[in-house]
C-alpha cells in the first residue's frame, strides 16, 4: 500500500489524522505505518453508532450437561466415532496463542513460557505432547492452526522452527495472525500510540475464524476437507486437544458445537457457566451470576448453574462460516490506552480515555443452533496458567502436571 491508496482507506473511515505526522518518520517507520493502515480493519468504528442500544440480557435457564458418568458409560462409542473424524481428515485444532507471557514475568510469547523444574516444559511442548496422543491414536496428523498476533508473531514461529515443532509434521502446522482493532477516542478517532504507529488490541477472542479467513486458510480448510474445528486457549496445559471422546460425543449428539466443562469447584469460581439464553445456548460469565443464579437448585437439588467453560470448543466449520461475517456482535469497552496527546508527546492515562473493540467465543456459541456441553475432569484436564502464584498460576499447574504423572 502506498501512501495515496493509505490516504484514500482513511479517509472513507474519517481517520487522516493518522497520518500526521507522516513527514517525520524515517523510510522504516512510513513503511511500518502505511502496512498497518492496511491491516487494520477501521470499519469496526462504527459499531460506536449503535452503543447503548443492545437489547437487554434475555431471560436466563439451565441446560442439561453431559456429566462424566454418561461420558465414562459411553466413552468406547464415543471415542470409536472421534477417531474415526480425526483418520477421515474431518477435525482440525486450533490453538488461540496471540498472548503475551507479561503477567508471568516474561518478554516472550505466553506459548514459550518454561513451566519444567528439572527440565525445559514449555507451555507449547505440553499441547503438543497432548495433541500428539491423539497422532498416534488415529495414525494421521491432525490439522493444526496457530493464532498468533502481531505482538508475537515472528518469535512464536521462530521458536516453533528451533524446537522442531516438538515432533510434529510441520507440514500440518499453519500460523495465522488475529487482526487487531483500533483502540478510540469517545467520538471514534482512532489513538496513535507513537507517530508511526496506530494504538491497536487484540479483536477478542471470538476474532479467530475471521482472522483464519483473511489470512486465506478458509481454502485451506476446505481443501483439506475439515469439518469440525476445535478451538482452545493457550494457558491450560493440560487440555485434550482433538479429543476423539468430546468429538464423538458432539458428533454422536447431533449439536452444531461442544463444550469442554468442569464441575465448579465452589459456588462462586471464576469461570463462565453453561446456560440457556432466551431459549439459546450461551454462556454466562462469572461477573454476570447473580446471588439468585448462583443459589438456583436442578430437579436433582444440585446447583443449577454448576458447569464452567474451560476455553475448549468444537464446532461444526459450515456454521462459523454462516455467522462470521454477519451475526457476530462487536463488544465496546471502556479502557485507559496509551496514546499521542494533541502536541504527539506520549500519555499514559490513569482513568479510562477511550473504547477497544472485540469479539467473544460466548457469542459464537449463541449463534449456533445447538451446543452440547460435556463434562470433564478437571484434575486431569484443567490446568490454566493466567498467574505466577497462587489460583490458577504455574504453581497450581505444576501440582496438576504431577498428579498425572508428567515429569517437569
Same mark, same amino acid.
Given at each position: 500500500?502506498?501512501?495515496?491508496?493509505?490516504?484514500?482507506?482513511?479517509?472513507?473511515?474519517?481517520?487522516?489524522?493518522?497520518?500526521?505526522?507522516?513527514?517525520?518518520?524515517?523510510?522504516?517507520?512510513?513503511?511500518?505505518? @502505511?502496512?498497518?493502515?492496511?491491516?487494520?480493519?477501521?470499519?469496526?468504528?462504527?459499531?460506536?453508532?449503535?452503543?447503548?442500544?443492545?437489547?437487554?440480557?434475555?431471560?436466563?435457564?439451565?441446560?442439561?450437561?453431559?456429566?462424566?458418568?454418561?461420558?465414562?458409560?459411553?466413552?468406547?462409542?464415543?471415542?470409536?466415532?472421534?477417531?474415526?473424524?480425526?483418520?477421515?481428515?474431518?477435525?482440525?485444532?486450533? @490453538?488461540?496463542?496471540?498472548?503475551?507471557?507479561?503477567?508471568?514475568?516474561?518478554?516472550?510469547?505466553?506459548?514459550?513460557?518454561?513451566?519444567?523444574?528439572?527440565?525445559?516444559?514449555?507451555?507449547?511442548?505440553?499441547?503438543?505432547?497432548?495433541?500428539?496422543?491423539?497422532?498416534? *491414536?488415529?495414525?494421521?496428523?491432525?490439522?493444526?492452526?496457530?493464532?498468533?498476533?502481531?505482538?508475537?508473531?515472528?518469535?512464536?514461529?521462530?521458536?516453533?522452527?528451533?524446537?522442531?515443532?516438538?515432533?510434529?509434521?510441520?507440514?500440518?502446522?499453519?500460523?495465522?495472525?488475529?487482526?487487531?482493532?483500533?483502540?478510540?477516542?469517545?467520538?471514534?478517532?482512532?489513538?496513535?500510540?507513537?507517530?508511526?504507529?496506530?494504538?491497536?488490541?487484540?479483536?477478542?477472542?471470538?476474532?479467530?475464524?475471521?482472522?483464519?479467513?483473511?489470512?486465506?486458510?478458509?481454502?485451506?480448510?476446505?481443501?483439506?476437507?475439515?469439518?469440525?474445528?476445535?478451538?482452545?486457549?493457550?494457558?491450560?496445559?493440560?487440555?485434550?486437544?482433538?479429543?476423539?471422546?468430546?468429538?464423538?460425543?458432539?458428533?454422536?449428539?447431533?449439536?452444531?458445537?461442544?463444550?469442554?466443562?468442569?464441575?465448579?469447584?465452589?459456588?462462586?469460581?471464576?469461570?463462565?457457566?453453561?446456560? @440457556?439464553?432466551?431459549?439459546?445456548?450461551?454462556?454466562?460469565?462469572?461477573?454476570?451470576?447473580?446471588?439468585?443464579?448462583?443459589?438456583?437448585?436442578?430437579?436433582?437439588?444440585?446447583? *443449577?448453574?454448576?458447569?464452567?467453560?474451560?476455553?475448549?470448543?468444537?464446532?461444526?466449520?459450515?456454521? @462459523?462460516?454462516?455467522?462470521?461475517?454477519?451475526?457476530?456482535?462487536?463488544?465496546?469497552?471502556?479502557?485507559?490506552?496509551?496514546?499521542?496527546?494533541?502536541?504527539?508527546?506520549?500519555?499514559?492515562?490513569?482513568?479510562?480515555?477511550?473504547?477497544?473493540?472485540?469479539?467473544?467465543?460466548?457469542?459464537?456459541?449463541?449463534?449456533?443452533?445447538?451446543?452440547?456441553?460435556?463434562?470433564?475432569?478437571?484434575?486431569?484436564?484443567? *490446568?490454566?496458567?493466567?498467574?505466577?502464584?497462587?489460583?490458577?498460576?504455574?504453581?497450581?499447574?505444576?501440582?496438576?502436571?504431577?498428579?498425572?504423572?508428567?515429569?517437569?
Amino acid at each position: 500500500m502506498n501512501y495515496q491508496d493509505a490516504y484514500r482507506k482513511l479517509e472513507e473511515f474519517g481517520q487522516q489524522h493518522v497520518l500526521k505526522y507522516y513527514e517525520e518518520l524515517n523510510d522504516e517507520e512510513k513503511a511500518d505505518l @502505511l502496512r498497518q493502515i492496511e491491516e487494520t480493519d477501521f470499519s469496526i468504528v462504527k459499531y460506536l453508532e449503535h452503543k447503548g442500544g443492545e437489547s437487554g440480557e434475555g431471560h436466563i435457564s439451565p441446560i442439561g450437561a453431559m456429566e462424566l458418568s454418561e461420558v465414562e458409560k459411553r466413552r468406547d462409542e464415543f471415542t470409536e466415532i472421534g477417531l474415526d473424524a480425526v483418520r477421515r481428515g474431518k477435525v482440525g485444532a486450533v @490453538l488461540l496463542a496471540g498472548g503475551m507471557g507479561t503477567r508471568l514475568g516474561s518478554e516472550d510469547p505466553k506459548c514459550m513460557y518454561d513451566i519444567g523444574i528439572t527440565h525445559p516444559v514449555f507451555i507449547m511442548q505440553r499441547l503438543v505432547e497432548n495433541l500428539m496422543e491423539v497422532v498416534d *491414536a488415529a495414525g494421521v496428523f491432525v490439522p493444526f492452526f496457530i493464532m498468533t498476533s502481531d505482538k508475537n508473531h515472528d518469535k512464536t514461529v521462530a521458536f516453533m522452527k528451533e524446537k522442531n515443532y516438538f515432533g510434529y509434521d510441520p507440514s500440518m502446522v499453519f500460523f495465522f495472525k488475529q487482526e487487531m482493532a483500533p483502540a478510540t477516542d469517545y467520538q471514534g478517532k482512532v489513538y496513535m500510540e507513537t507517530k508511526s504507529r496506530i494504538s491497536t488490541s487484540p479483536n477478542g477472542n471470538g476474532g479467530w475464524f475471521q482472522s483464519m479467513k483473511r489470512c486465506g486458510l478458509i481454502d485451506k480448510i476446505h481443501e483439506l476437507g475439515i469439518e469440525w474445528l476445535n478451538t482452545f486457549a493457550v494457558d491450560n496445559v493440560l487440555q485434550r486437544i482433538a479429543d476423539p471422546v468430546f468429538v464423538g460425543a458432539t458428533i454422536a449428539s447431533g449439536s452444531a458445537c461442544g463444550a469442554k466443562t468442569v464441575r465448579k469447584a465452589e459456588r462462586d469460581e471464576r469461570v463462565g457457566v453453561m446456560c @440457556l439464553k432466551d431459549g439459546r445456548p450461551s454462556i454466562i460469565e462469572y461477573y454476570e451470576m447473580t446471588p439468585e443464579l448462583l443459589d438456583a437448585k436442578n430437579e436433582n437439588g444440585d446447583p *443449577a448453574y454448576n458447569f464452567g467453560v474451560i476455553m475448549n470448543y468444537l464446532f461444526r466449520e459450515k456454521d @462459523l462460516e454462516r455467522i462470521v461475517d454477519e451475526s457476530l456482535p462487536v463488544h465496546i469497552v471502556e479502557k485507559k490506552i496509551a496514546c499521542l496527546d494533541e502536541n504527539g508527546n506520549p500519555l499514559s492515562p490513569g482513568e479510562p480515555n477511550g473504547y477497544k473493540f472485540e469479539q467473544l467465543v460466548l457469542d459464537m456459541v449463541q449463534e449456533m443452533d445447538s451446543c452440547l456441553p460435556v463434562e470433564v475432569d478437571r484434575v486431569r484436564e484443567f *490446568a490454566p496458567i493466567k498467574n505466577k502464584t497462587g489460583v490458577d498460576s504455574v504453581e497450581s499447574a505444576r501440582v496438576l502436571c504431577e498428579k498425572n504423572g508428567i515429569v517437569l
